[in-house]
């Protein structure tokens, strides 16, 4: 059965609301600068991951009123995946023991939509240190991610062209070679292209199976590789 995002049981809140009274006038000009800032949902949760408050941020982000979502469970945000694992109440429990806790993925606002969220949620403490709420900080950084998506497809389709023109520059070098020796020189040639390395050596099988024969080989000296025109499969590679 799906889980559903619990309900905020009564007195959930009063150490988070005792703590708010005690603010005194600071309150409206918290409530100021928390309205003001429209990039980032900020808002409170109770012990249990109820919601609390809500900010003019937390409704472009999340696309729900305070009077829709003040009293749902945070992990309304979740999708079901994350909530079947306990991934929301994880989170706080992190929180809870560390200070603090972090996370990037994805989130869904009201209307369904995901998005990618930053967020950040840190425990609040009273005097006596017992938790009593959580500061839940979510930016949304969609846009971020997805120019990171299309840098990497990009990436990977230049790779893809890059491959394809090697593969072809291959095909037609080794289509114009007359000899053997000359087209065990040009795939040496290029498996070192490819591969970035230093040197390279092409081997093939003998006739009855036993042993590796070296048949081209690039940036050595014959003299590294005079004792090792032979040797056995089980052996060790001779030349480094």
């Known amino acids: 059965m799906k889980?559903?995002?619990?309900?905020?049981?009564?007195?959930?809140?009063?150490?988070?609301?005792?703590?708010?009274?005690?603010?005194?006038?600071a309150g409206p000009w918290y409530r100021l600068?928390?309205?003001?800032?429209?990039?980032?949902?900020?808002?409170?949760?109770?012990?249990?991951?109820h919601v609390?408050?809500?900010?003019?941020?937390?409704?472009?982000?999340?696309?729900?009123?305070?009077?829709e979502i003040v009293g749902k469970h945070f992990s309304l945000f979740y999708s079901d995946a994350d909530r079947m694992s306990g991934s929301p109440d994880l989170k706080l429990q992190l929180a809870t023991e560390h200070g603090a806790a972090q996370d990037e993925g994805w989130r869904f606002?009201?209307?369904?939509?995901?998005?990618?969220?930053?967020?950040?949620?840190?425990?609040l403490r009273d005097p006596a240190g017992k938790v009593i709420g959580?500061?839940?900080v979510t930016r949304d950084l969609t846009a971020r991610k997805e120019a990171e998506e299309s840098s990497r497809r990009l990436a990977a389709a230049e790779a893809a062209r890059a491959e394809a023109f090697r593969l072809q520059r291959v095909t037609s070098r080794?289509?114009?070679?007359?000899?053997?020796?000359?087209?065990a020189a040009a795939i040496v040639s290029e498996a070192i292209a490819a591969?970035?390395?230093?040197?390279g050596v092409l081997c093939t099988l003998t006739s009855d199976g036993n042993e590796l024969e070296i048949r081209s080989f690039e940036?050595?000296?014959?003299e590294a590789i005079r004792d090792y025109s032979r040797f056995g499969l089980d052996a060790p590679y001779p030349i480094c």
């Open 3 to 25: 889980p559903t995002p619990p309900e905020r049981g009564e007195g959930s809140a009063s150490g988070f609301s005792d703590q708010s009274e005690a603010s005194g006038s």
């Open 33 to 49: 600068l928390i309205d003001s800032v429209d990039e980032y949902a900020i808002f409170a949760l109770d012990s249990t991951g």
């Open 52 to 67: 609390l408050t809500w900010n003019k941020g937390a409704q472009r982000v999340k696309g729900y009123t305070a009077e």
């Open 109 to 123: 606002r009201k209307d369904g939509t995901q998005f990618w969220a930053s967020v950040v949620i840190t425990a």
């Open 134 to 136: 959580f500061a839940k």
């Open 174 to 183: 080794l289509a114009s070679m007359v000899t053997e020796q000359e087209a």
């Open 195 to 199: 591969f970035g390395a230093c040197n």
């Open 219 to 222: 940036h050595l000296s014959p």
